[in-house]
């Protein structure tokens, strides 16, 4: 079987534009294609562990590329390999004597012994890390293609120029290496994931979509998305060259994608309504954990703080709890009921609603795992950022506080199972694990 992921690859555009993919479609026309739903939140870390284990994010216990360690206000750590105590689809096969080639999963870094082949996921950084299983196929790599590329660094760049070539770049190294290892490897299972679409939608989004506020229909990168599809067709077609007949190949991705209005300051939401308070306003648009290092948060009256990013995430300063809480435990509920209720409200700058969800771990899960933000916000289900930063003096942003952004998540990623599986408009991403299994004759 083999499992060929496409971070942020979204339904309404693979359809929009399969008339050009004659690779895709005819995937589609001899097999399934679904909406694929994601997990709460959408977003490559978590998601591809919880399609790869079965597991929602509540019972892995992460929320994100970054979570809370513990209950200080230290800020959130960065998810590896370890943050993930669950067996994945590879490891129970593993078990049955099956080997796995695993190529660019997220979640993956360090990498962990497997019965097979690893190549770690996106976070692995750059350099002369050890980022494979074992540790001597790094040097076989090298010798294949050189430098090893796990993701783009810098993809929020005004140099779309650059950001094309780099990405296109990476797609092509990572598709070489995988034809590679399938010809060259015994395997049962193989999966890779490409970061290309995610990165080439968050930097191109708004060039390519017409509905886009800051769409400019003489820009000369108008058909840099289009054309990046159509490159990656052709990779698909020749990694599927590859494969044995017969193969059970699925098409997968993580979550979708939608045009990003611009961004939510939620801390300065919370210092403006009094929730969050400064010793010192900043100068400078800065993050909110240098203030905390320099001791500028009043936690004596700090009802509650924000972290930024795709989506926004709430923590309660809580008696008991945090190092020096304020909220009673007896008022926790209703405090955060009030906050959810405000945060949802919150408009456009010419205060129209824009339709903030928001949230509760507990309300998502079924288990809730590790230190979940007290509540999860969608800035106008996603189409607007939560910025973390505090400086700005405004609440509303029209630009990325980590760099030039056009484009944040959705909530359907896309399923294509060649040859056909049973045919549903939609599935979820917690299924994929179980149907690895059953199609591999160990479900």
């Not at 060929?4 to 097999?31: K, Q, S, V, W, Y």
Request: proline content about 7%; charged content about 25%; overall charge negative.
């Amino acid at each position: 079987m083999a499992v060929i992921g496409l971070d942020c690859a979204d339904p309404n555009l693979l359809e929009e534009l399969l008339g050009g993919l004659p690779t895709f479609r005819e995937l589609i026309g001899g097999g399934t294609f679904s909406r694929l739903a994601s997990v709460d939140p959408p977003i490559t870390v978590p998601a591809w562990m919880c399609m790869f284990t079965g597991r929602d994010p509540g019972e892995l216990g992460v929320y994100g590329f970054r979570n809370r360690a513990d209950y200080s206000y230290g800020g959130l750590a960065v998810a590896s390999s370890a943050s993930f105590g669950v067996p994945a689809v590879w490891d129970e096969l593993g078990r049955r004597g099956k080997r796995s080639i695993l190529l660019g999963v997220p979640g993956t870094y360090p990498p962990r012994p497997v019965r097979g082949l690893m190549v770690a996921g996106p976070l692995t950084p750059n350099g002369g890390t050890n980022f494979t299983y074992p540790a001597s196929l790094k040097h076989r790599i090298a010798t294949w293609v050189g430098d090893y590329i796990p993701d783009v660094r810098g993809f929020r760049t005004q140099d779309k120029g650059w950001l094309i070539e780099r990405v296109r770049g990476m797609t092509e190294q990572r598709f070489s290496l995988a034809r590679r290892l399938l010809r060259e490897e015994r395997w049962d299972l193989f999966v890779m994931v490409e970061m290309g679409p995610d990165r080439i939608h968050h930097g191109l989004w708004a060039h390519h979509d017409p509905h886009h506020s800051k769409h400019d229909p003489k820009s000369p990168f108008r058909d840099a998305i289009r054309d990046y599809y159509r490159f990656l067709d052709g990779k698909l077609a020749e990694l599927l060259s590859e494969l044995p007949g017969g193969t059970q190949v699925l098409v997968v991705s993580d979550h979708g994608v939608q045009g990003m209005e611009g961004g939510i300051g939620i801390n300065e939401w919370l210092i403006q309504e009094g929730y969050l308070v400064l010793r010192r306003y900043p100068e400078r648009p800065v993050r909110l954990g240098e203030l905390v290092e320099a001791g500028l948060v009043d936690w004596s009256r700090t009802v509650a703080w924000g972290e930024g990013g795709y989506y926004g995430r709430v923590f309660l300063n809580l008696a008991g709890r945090e190092p020096q809480g304020i909220v009673p435990p007896e008022r926790y509920e209703e405090i955060r009921a009030e906050l959810a209720a405000r945060l949802a409200a919150i408009p456009d700058e010419a205060g129209r609603p824009i339709g903030t969800r928001v949230l509760r771990p507990e309300g998502l899960y079924r288990k809730v795992r590790g230190i979940p933000p007290d509540l999860i916000v969608y800035f106008g289900d996603l189409g607007w950022r939560s910025i973390g930063t505090v400086g700005w003096r405004n609440v509303h942003l029209r630009e990325n506080d980590t760099g030039p952004d056009e484009a944040n998540h959705s909530h359907h990623g896309i399923f294509i199972a060649y040859p056909k599986l049973d045919d549903r408009p939609e599935r979820s991403i917690l299924e994929v694990h179980d149907l690895i299994l059953s199609v591999m004759g160990d479900g």
